[in-house]
């Protein structure tokens, strides 16, 4: 489990370990070398794209605090050609620009991409208003757009790759206390969720930092209480895999989904109206957060206080294994 | 005109429309009326529609399409044109008929205004219509889509302006002073808004709702070059719109357009907020066509 403060959140960029301490920043560094039709832009957030500003100051684009411009203005440029990236704290990148989101990228279908950086509880500490919670049901209700949560650095370099050249909208979510789950960069094929783990009495999906405490929990599962869990990095919240859910649904019969966001309008009832959909006889499960005030304190303590923790996520998967 | 399809003038090689087009002040007010008069048409035709707003903006839409706008309607995409952006979005009725008659599609599709499944409906759809440059509806949101478009010229290094129709209760929004703030701060002289100053939105006096004058100080003030004007002086609006400072200057430029809501027709001039939403019985329909006709006769007569 990261035990990540909140100072570290912040601090600056060391070259060495750019990737890992700053992934969506190097990511973007990397693929605007390839692709002059890359600008980014911020509200406020310019210290997580020191590394940009540097090799293309003049594709930076600073707007301050105000993210509903931000995300109008980018749509205007994205409509002249170019593929604006928003760097953006998730709960005012997403919730406050909702409409602009909707109105301006997703309706005209063009390429901007919104990265949300501190999703989830990442901001605990600073109180509820600082939560991405209610992100992914709100992004995944647009229709043309592309909602991912990469699991780690690595997974946030590969899915930024993978969908670069997508010509609608993408929202990427990204997590802050991951567990490293890939050793090298992945390579994401639209819309399907790495299996990473193969076994037949229950599936364990999440993503962004569901995806650590997955792989972290069916090591346990397996070790010490001989249960064989298929695990499932669900990056793709939309589209999403199908397929997946179906084949590992039908194999195991019980799913548990893990996820730092709301418990309504997530992974968990994506695999709900799928199941449904497909008259699936299926246990489900939720290691999520609940559809009511929530605590504020230290993301850690958060987590612990939760159960989005690798023993909290076992203690979910005995749960339902027993039932 | 007859109706002729996109694809046959496809392959035509398509003609450019240049900035500052030879027109008289004359046949722009015929215009205006014009505008008005296929507005009414078609609004009947929808049964439900936007009469006011959109006569408070007709001769600044007549100027920027028949004499101000670089544009190539057969190259509807082309990265050099002028854009414009209709703030306002709830007017679009009286664009659909500007675009048809320059050739961004056939005037069939007029035909099929307000229908389930027309590409032209009571605002503007960027990926239904041709001629549309970005799409419009909720308002406060097309300014900073402009200074996205402006930017976007700077950083492409093309001339080309972007144009942002607004009404006055539209810059009651908050994010239209953010695009203010934005554009002022970047120094994008290749940005104009154009501000429908009508006094009126949907319920009542602007600033009765909520003050936003002084709205040349609160411009100025945020790094714009102001131009007042009254907005149905077609030489006026002309004279403003030529003497715009290069694209590469570094102050974007405010026009507010001193206007009144339903000019030209008597009845909606005198009941504005009657006629923002509305639909005309058939004998007031009758009377306002035959008021706008008579006078398109008389200046017509003027004229010879």
Redesign the interface.
């Known amino acids: 489990m990261a035990t990540k403060k909140m100072v570290d959140v912040f601090s600056d960029i060391d070259r060495d370990t750019a990737l890992k301490a700053n992934p969506s920043g190097y990511a973007i560094t990397e693929l605007a070398a390839e692709d002059d039709r890359i ?1 980014t832009l911020t509200a406020d957030l310019s210290n997580v794209l020191a590394e940009f500003r540097k090799a293309f100051p ?2 930076y ?1 600073e ?2 605090i ?1 993210e ?2 931000s ?12 593929r ?1 990236y928003i760097f953006s704290m998730a709960p005012f990148g997403v919730l406050k620009t909702a ?2 989101l909707r ?2 990228a997703d ?3 063009l390429p901007v991409r919104l990265v949300g950086r501190l999703s989830g509880l990442a901001m605990g500490y600073f109180g509820t208003s600082h939560y991405a919670v209610e992100d992914l049901a709100i992004a995944r209700m647009m229709a043309n757009t592309t909602v991912v949560a990469p699991a780690d650095p690595n997974a946030v370099l590969g899915i930024m790759r993978a969908t670069a050249d997508l010509d609608g909208p993408v929202y990427i979510r990204i997590a802050e206390a991951t567990d490293p789950v890939y050793d090298e960069v992945p390579e994401f094929a639209h819309g399907q969720w790495p299996r990473l783990r193969e076994g037949h009495d229950i599936t364990l999906a999440g993503h962004g930092m569901g995806v650590g405490l997955a792989v972290g929990a069916a090591k346990v599962l397996q070790d010490e209480h001989g249960i064989g869990a298929d695990v499932y990095d669900a990056a793709y919240i939309k589209p999403f895999d199908e397929a997946a859910i179906v084949a590992t649904a039908s194999r195991t019969g019980k799913v548990l989904t893990i996820e730092d966001h709301i418990e309504i309008g997530g992974l968990g009832s994506i695999v709900a109206e799928t199941v449904g959909r497909h008259k699936l006889a299926v246990d489900l499960m939720q290691a999520a957060l609940p559809d009511k005030d929530l605590e504020v304190g230290v993301p850690a303590e958060l987590y612990e206080y939760y159960g989005l923790t690798v023993p909290g996520v076992v203690a979910k998967a005995l749960e339902l294994m027993k039932r | 005109m007859a109706d002729d399809s996109l694809s046959a003038r496809a392959g035509t090689s398509p003609a450019t429309l240049d900035r500052e087009r030879q027109v008289t002040d004359a046949e722009l007010l015929r215009r205006a009326d014009w505008i008005r008069l296929q507005t009414v048409e078609l609004i009947a035709q929808a049964g439900l529609g936007h009469y006011s707003s959109t006569f408070s903006c007709a001769e600044i839409v007549a100027t920027l399409y028949y004499h101000t706008l670089r544009l190539r309607p057969g190259e509807p995409d082309w ?1 050099d044109r002028d854009r414009f952006l209709l703030g306002k979005g709830h007017v679009a009725t009286g664009l659909w008929p500007v675009l048809a008659d320059l050739g961004y599609y056939p005037h069939s599709w007029l035909k099929q205004f307000g229908k389930v499944g027309s590409p032209l409906n009571d605002h503007p ?3 239904l219509a041709h001629g549309i ?3 419009s ?2 308002l406060g ?2 300014l ?6 402006a ?3 700077r ?2 290094g093309r001339d080309y302006r972007t144009f942002v129709l607004t009404g006055d209760g539209e810059l009651q929004e ?2 239209v002073w ?2 203010a ?2 554009a002022g ?2 120094k994008l002289g290749n940005l104009v808004a154009i501000v429908d100053a009508n006094g009126f939105s949907g319920s009542g006096p602007t600033s009765q709702a909520m003050n936003i004058e002084p709205l040349p100080d609160r411009f100025t003030a945020f790094g714009w070059l102001v131009r007042e004007v009254d907005g149905h002086d077609v030489g006026a609006l002309r004279a403003t719109f030529d003497t715009l400072p290069d694209t590469s200057s570094e102050q974007p430029v405010c026009v507010i357009a001193r206007t009144r809501k339903g000019h030209g027709v008597d009845m909606m001039e005198k009941q504005p907020q009657a006629w923002h939403l509305g639909l005309l019985t058939p004998e007031q329909q009758a009377d306002v066509i035959a008021e706008i006709t008579a006078r398109m006769e008389l200046a017509a007569g003027t004229a010879q």
């Open positions: 600008v003049e594709r684009i707007l301050g105000a509903t411009n995300v109008s203005l980018a749509a205007g440029m994205a409509s002249c050609g170019f604006p409409e602009q109105t301006d309706y005209n279908h | 990265a759809n960027m990926k440059d970005f799409s509806g909720s949101h097309n900073s889509v402009g200074t996205g478009m930017l976007a010229g950083l492409s908050g994010q953010e695009a703030m934005a701060h970047y």
